[in-house]
């Protein structure tokens, strides 16, 4: 009786297991399932490391409690004056240049009145120049970037009234 418990554990081989495991590995999937018969396996692994990156960052401003109680106000105070119009964010990310060359005028600066579909800036990803085009005609208020500035996708770029 004691082999019978043992049997129906036995068709589970730990070595599958593994080489399903370096298969995830070498692959850099997230997960696999095997069915061969009646048996059917699935291997997965949690992704956790960007969560952890992205926690790392926050504690550390938190730690300065005191300092921090006043930072908020104003960062609260800097997207309101922001909002005075339309916020262009960067659909991708990369870094900024704002004129085609480095000897010519910048595409636009404060004060500028655009027209839709009027080129910003660039934004360079990957050896790629992907023009940032006006998504409406208006008055450029604000410029939150500057010339050979990285961004992240969603970022801030300009603000048009």
Do not use: C, W
């Not at 401003?61 to 106000?73: L, M, N």
């Not at 839709?116 to 970037?145: D, F, H, R, S, Y």
Request: aromatic share 2%.
């Amino acid at each position: 009786m004691a082999s019978s418990p043992k049997a129906p554990a036995d068709p589970i081989d730990a070595r599958l297991v593994r080489r399903l495991a370096d298969i995830l590995t070498e692959t850099g999937l997230s997960e696999i399932e095997v069915e061969h018969g009646g048996l059917k396996i699935r291997v997965a692994k949690t992704l956790t490391a960007a969560p952890v990156h992205y926690a790392a960052p926050v504690p550390a401003p938190a730690a300065a409690a005191p300092a921090a109680a006043g930072a908020p106000a104003a960062a609260a105070s800097e997207p309101a004056a922001v909002r005075t119009g339309d916020v262009v964010k960067s659909p991708m990310v990369g870094t900024v240049y704002m004129q085609s060359q480095p000897d010519t005028p910048p595409f636009i600066k404060v004060g500028d009145t655009v027209t839709a579909g009027q080129t910003l800036m660039i934004i360079e990803a990957m050896k790629t120049m992907n023009p940032i085009p006006a998504p409406k005609g208006g008055k450029i208020v604000e410029i939150l970037v500057e010339d050979a500035q990285p961004v992240e996708f969603g970022e801030p770029l300009v603000v048009i009234e």
